[in-house]
């Protein structure tokens, strides 16, 4: 095996590790309808968690499943595509710490626009 596809699947790894295990903290039914709570007590708002969530990842997958089956080569489109997974929740944690207390509509507005981002890229 050449160099290039061992540190394709080194890094592969690392990624698929470190983000698997981050993402098991951020718990879709439980830690992030919690989080919503904490900053506005609107059912609506807390409910939404759910839905973003569902219709990113699914009508999307939809929708960039004939794109991507098209490509010869498929991992650009998913390089282009990982920053908006990964990115958005550096975001989040930034905002709640400067905006959680201060200004929550803020940080619950920044929260949805990252959260719709991250559930749109998870989804192609």
Known sequence: MSDKYRRNFLVFIIDWAAYGTAM?????TTVLPAFVSSLTDSRVAIGLVS???????????LVSASIVESRKYKKPFILRITPGERIPWLIIGISTLLFATSNPLLALAIFYISYIVISISSGL
């Open 24 to 28: 098991n903290f951020v718990s879709l």
């Open 51 to 61: 839905t973003i969530s569902v219709l990113g990842w699914n009508f999307f997958q």
